[in-house]
């Protein structure tokens, strides 16, 4: 029986590491949240621009340059397709931010 105390106290241990990580991960979040809202306000800013320019909102050649050079800067954690997958989201979330911004102001210009 005494080989299961060291059991049960790493057991604690491992718990206290998880949530000290969780909370590491609950910190890094916010962080990213405050990012992404910095990020929005000038993607809306660019597309502000755009639109008074009767330019194009979505460009998806920039798009495909911005995840090509991000994932040059990878450190391989996450593979290219993942990281797309992560700004094509972001991306979405920008041109939702545009649409509600717009409200029905802004016509894509014939090409």
């Given at each position: 029986m005494p080989e299961r105390q060291p059991l049960?106290?790493?057991?604690?241990?491992?718990?206290?590491?998880?949530?000290?990580?969780?909370?590491?991960?609950?910190?890094?979040?916010?962080e990213?949240?405050?990012?992404?809202?910095q990020r929005g306000a000038?993607?809306?800013n660019i597309m502000r621009l755009k639109n008074?320019?009767?330019?194009?909102?979505?460009?998806?050649?920039?798009?495909?340059?911005?995840?090509?050079?991000?994932a040059t800067h990878?450190?391989?954690l996450y593979d290219e397709?993942?990281?797309?997958?992560?700004?094509h989201a972001i991306f979405e979330a920008s041109r939702a931010l545009a649409a509600r911004s717009f409200a029905g102001r802004y016509r894509e210009p014939a090409s």
């Open positions: 049960l106290a790493d057991l604690e241990s491992g718990r206290e590491a998880i949530a000290l990580l969780r909370r590491n991960i609950d910190e890094i979040n916010i990213l949240l405050r990012l992404l809202e000038l993607a809306l008074s320019s009767g330019l194009a909102l979505h460009d998806r050649a920039r798009e495909a340059a911005m995840i090509a050079e991000l990878s450190r391989g397709g993942e990281i797309a997958a992560v700004f």
